[in-house]
């Protein structure tokens, strides 16, 4: 199923995800990124950081979940671009957002923020795209 309002300037709905340490670590783990900072709290820290964060992967990961939970099980994504920001750390909550910014018969482009109480974590620009048989 299509979304049916996908009309440049249209927002799409908030995502909340909230981030623990396991959720960091499973994250990074799942998406094979072994980096010491993204488990280890005393390496993050001779990093200068004061606790693990959330890897490029994980990022991309919970932008695409954002992403393909408004655009339907039929959807496809096919263009990410996006710039970290800010870290995100055990205990913050990410919000995500968006707005369509093009739109076609099928496929559409969006801008996704997700943010935490220290500023934008990153932004990205998704193009996400429906087969035929998601057109129901």
Known sequence: MIPQDRTVG??????????DRTTIV??????Q????????PGKAQQRGTPDIFMSINSTNGFVDRY???WAGPYSRIKRVALRLGVPAFPGDVMRFSGEITA????SATL??????ERGVHVTAD??????EEGRA
């Open 126 to 131: 998704v193009t996400v795209a429906w087969p």
């Open 111 to 116: 801008r996704v923020i997700g943010g935490n």
């Open 10 to 19: 249209t927002a799409l709905p908030t995502l909340d995800v909230p981030l």
């Open 33 to 40: 990124d072994f980096e010491d900072v993204h488990h280890d």
């Open 103 to 106: 739109a076609g018969a099928d």
């Open 67 to 69: 992403v393909t939970d």
């Open 26 to 31: 499973a994250a990074a783990i799942a998406s």
